[in-house]
């Protein structure tokens, strides 16, 4: 069984970085795609990036361009989302989450990642 | 990349059938078979109902199908429960390692 454990709760001021972890278990880490996806209080799903396997290389959401930054430790089978200049708009649940292909089928994803970002 | 449109709440009767559509460009539904539908309820992650237009997980009740016309894809839940009072998305790949989520649906059961 597949699972996506995410690190905690975290408050962080205008314009500060913040950066979420995400570590996979029961599954071929290696190979899979890790995307990142918010979701504002009260606001729909957003996708923020992509980072893939056999290299790591990555493709972020227009509107996160500079600002966000995907890696992955496959020694440890984590994924990090850092993401920069927070401003009070970024405050949303981050969730991870994974596909085994190009293809946006996302069966496994992480509990949430609540990110605070105020003064 | 602007999100799929989707209505935004869809309500029936137990029982009823509903239908959820999901429109977007020649860019993006348009162009790929690889539509994905999300059910979520509150405070809970996303939960993968159909994947690749109209494919259904294990353990996805048989209620759920899907399609796609064009640029629009569709969610229809036949035999409406209280248990599929939810909030639902709709997911396409948009080109250049890019995806697009719908602006997302309120399903409320009468």
């Known amino acids: 069984q597949v699972q996506l454990v995410q690190s905690g709760a975290e408050v962080k001021k205008p314009g500060a970085s913040v950066k979420v972890s995400c570590k996979a278990s029961?599954?071929?880490?290696?190979?899979?795609?890790m995307h990142w996806v918010r979701q504002a209080p009260g606001q729909g799903l957003e996708w923020m990036g992509i980072?893939?396997?056999?290299?790591?290389?990555?493709s972020y959401a227009q509107k996160f361009q500079g600002r966000v930054t995907m890696t992955r430790d496959t020694s440890t089978s984590t994924v990090y989302m850092e993401l920069s200049s927070l401003r009070s708009e970024d405050t949303a649940v981050y969730y991870c989450?994974?596909?085994?292909?190009?293809?946006?089928?996302?069966?496994?994803w992480g509990q949430g990642t609540l990110v605070t970002v105020s003064s | 990349q602007s999100a799929l449109t989707q209505p935004a709440s869809v309500s029936g009767s137990p029982g009823q059938s509903i239908t959820i559509s999901c429109t977007g460009t020649?860019?993006?539904?348009?162009?790929?078979?690889?539509v994905s539908w999300y059910q979520q309820h509150p405070g809970k992650a996303p939960k993968l109902m159909i994947y690749?237009?109209?494919k259904r997980p294990s353990g996805v009740s048989n209620r759920f199908s899907g399609s796609k016309s064009g640029n629009t894809a569709s969610l229809t839940i036949s035999g409406l429960q209280a248990e599929d009072e939810a909030d639902y998305y709709c997911?396409?790949?948009?080109?250049?390692?890019?995806?697009?989520f719908g602006t997302g649906t309120r399903v409320t059961v009468l």
């Open positions: 690749e237009v109209s």
């Open positions: 029961g599954n071929t880490f290696s190979s899979d795609y």
């Open positions: 980072i893939k396997p056999n290299g790591g290389s990555t």
């Open positions: 020649s860019s993006d539904i348009g162009s790929y078979n690889v």
């Open positions: 989450t994974n596909s085994s292909s190009w293809y946006p089928t996302l069966p496994y």
């Open positions: 997911c396409s790949y948009a080109g250049i390692s890019t995806y697009v």
